[in-house]
């Protein structure tokens, strides 16, 4: 049976980090800049380095602003290690990149943005051909100078024209956006405490499962599951213990159960499980199949331990299940299989009772 894991979406891109890559390039620099003994840009570098920081701390509130000011620093930053150290050393190359940036970042007001790349497109122009081709112009054709200059204009110019068309700052504010709507979803539909689906997202897709009912090959299993004498646990070592138990067995839930299935915790000590028909490892369900998971799953609970203190506690849970097959509607399922529930603890509890 394959184990069910829970997903999360990934965190956002942060600039953040943008502005944290800068300050570890800046302090390569640095090294860079003591070997070559350029005393000028070793002290500009020292006070790049500590602005960095500076903006490190307020990139979470001031979003905008600090990437402002450390695209104005690296633009800086640019035209003097151009000038001191020649073209060919390459410090040039990153306003392209800042460029890159600039256009494409997420915000609702980007046209102070688009201001700062136009900036930085044209002081690459400039130091082109103030620093490369300074005393060497006399020797170009005009052919020769018409395309470096076409070259460098339309490396800018599809730059911008791309990101108009493409629209690549939407595309990220869109992705962006998108993840916090799932990540909202993800909140809303879970449970804060097990990390499970809740009651409220599990009742949802129990109304898509009502409209299976009575079809031919679509037959599944609702079990209610009860940890046994969980009051007494809460009362004897405290309701701290209590959730930590509750977070085990959610974890072993999650485990047992595959990624088609769907275990909700459908209040305090008590969950719903849902299981799904077609079982790759065990071929359609029915209810021997259904006693031999949940059996699987009781074992595995009962033989569970958390070390208290010098208490190792133990938890038993009980299970009751019905299928789809004779049923009309989800609610009359939900009803006998909690009732199957109850009929394993009237019993002797620590049991599976299948319909």
């Known amino acids: 049976m394959d184990r069910k894991d829970t997903q999360y979406p990934k965190k956002e891109i942060s600039y953040y980090w943008i502005i944290f890559i800068g300050l570890v390039l800046h302090i390569f620099a640095e090294f860079a800049f003591v070997f070559a003994k350029q005393p000028i840009l070793r002290y500009y570098n020292i ?16 979003k905008e602003t600090t990437l402002l000011i450390g695209f104005a620093e690296v633009t800086i930053y640019c035209i003097m290690s151009t000038v001191i150290m020649g073209w060919e050393h390459g410090f040039q190359n990153w306003l392209i990149v800042v460029v890159v940036i600039a256009l494409t970042v997420p915000f609702s007001k980007k046209k102070k943005f688009y201001f700062m790349a136009i900036f930085m497109a044209l002081t690459y122009l400039v130091l082109y051909f103030v620093v490369e081709l300074e005393g060497n112009v006399s020797n170009l054709s005009f052919l020769d100078i018409f395309l470096i200059l076409a070259n460098r204009v339309g490396l800018f110019t599809v730059l911008f024209f791309s990101e108009k068309v493409l629209g690549w700052s939407n595309i990220i504010e869109n992705f ?7 990540k909202m979803k993800e909140i809303v539909g879970t449970d804060e405490l097990t990390g499970l689906t809740n009651r409220h997202k599990m009742n949802i897709i129990l109304e898509d499962m009502n409209k299976l009912i009575g079809k031919e090959g679509n037959v599944f299993y609702i079990a209610f599951a009860d940890l046994d004498d969980f009051k007494y646990i809460n009362d004897t070592y405290g309701h701290d213990v209590g959730d930590k138990i509750l977070i085990l067995i959610a974890n072993v839930l999650k485990q047992e159960f595959r990624n088609d299935d769907v275990v909700a915790r459908w209040g305090g000590e008590e969950f719903l499980i849902l299981l799904r028909n077609e079982r790759d490892d065990m071929g359609q369900l029915d209810s021997s199949k259904v006693m031999s998971i949940l059996n699987r799953v009781r074992i595995k609970i009962e033989n569970m331990k958390m070390k208290y203190k010098e208490h190792n506690i133990g938890v038993t849970m009980t299970f009751g299940s019905v299928g789809s097959k004779n049923y009309k509607s989800v609610a009359d399922m939900i009803n006998d299989a909690d009732e199957k529930m109850y009929e394993g603890k009237r019993t002797g509890k620590n049991k599976v009772v299948v319909l």
């Open 47 to 62: 006070f790049s380095m500590l602005l960095f920081v500076v903006l490190l701390t307020k990139t979470k509130k001031y």
């Open 176 to 182: 962006f956006l998108q993840s916090e709507v799932k």
